[in-house]
């Protein structure tokens, strides 16, 4: 069973340009929400997370939108560049040093 | 190191042959995590442990897979008579197991069986 489910599987945008990815839950216990992101042979690298408290957390080009009603959040990327064409993923966990439950990933490639 | 490191980077079995994969942790970092991704796929959950203590193992796919972590520091993802469908990217994960400390990932295993 996918506890988290990720869209879009693949995005293209051009460079300074808005990518959105969008995930939704099913487990209302789950209580932290990051995203991670991974380029071609490296590990997941956390980029941003979220907690239920609050519906929207920036960090420089990166935004997450919370929706707890929902269950579903998402990440918003500004002024896309060419070095963000990465696989994005969301996960949610119970705590921020638990077990991540993953969404299938989104190839994000940017357009110069 | 900084980072978690997992060797080696590559590994080709064929069928039916062992493989041992192994993590070196964060310093320090009490929890590890073990995560399989398949190709094109988001990482999958295998096994955890807290400290050399093995709190969860609900993920490991079959009996032929088997993870220790003796000292509480390294730990080594074993797999026996490894099968094509083994076939994938072994992730280590370490975190200070506190609730705001987050999970680092290493760069992983390639292992491919043939």
């Known amino acids: 069973q996918q506890q988290v489910k990720q869209s879009p599987q693949s995005l293209i945008v051009q460079k300074g340009g808005i990518s959105i990815i969008n995930c939704a839950y099913e487990n209302t216990a789950f209580d932290y929400f990051p995203w991670y992101q991974q380029f071609p042979g490296k590990g997941p690298a956390l980029l941003i997370a979220i907690r239920p408290d609050v519906s929207e957390k920036k960090e420089g080009r990166f935004t997450i939108s919370f929706n707890k009603s929902a269950k579903q959040f998402s990440l918003h990327i500004m002024d896309s560049q060419p070095g963000d064409s990465a696989t994005y993923f969301c996960a949610a966990s119970n705590n921020a040093g638990n077990m991540l439950t993953f969404g299938g990933g989104t190839r994000l490639m940017v357009k110069p | 190191g900084a980072g978690v490191s997992q060797s080696p980077r590559y590994k080709v079995a064929k069928r039916g042959q062992d493989v041992a994969l192994r993590c070196d942790p964060i310093s320090g970092h009490v929890s590890l995590f073990w995560y399989q991704q398949a190709l094109g796929q988001g990482p999958e959950f295998l096994t955890y442990?807290?400290?050399?203590?093995?709190?969860?193992k609900s993920g490991l796919p079959s009996d032929r897979f088997f993870a220790e972590r003796p000292e509480g520091s390294v730990s080594t993802l074993k797999i026996q008579r490894t099968q094509q469908e083994d076939s994938a990217v072994y992730l280590c994960?370490?975190?200070?197991?506190?609730?705001?400390?987050?999970?680092?990932f290493g760069n992983g295993t390639r292992l491919t069986v043939t």
């Open positions: 994960a370490s975190s200070l197991a506190d609730s705001s400390s987050p999970l680092h």
């Open positions: 442990f807290q400290n050399e203590a093995q709190l969860d």
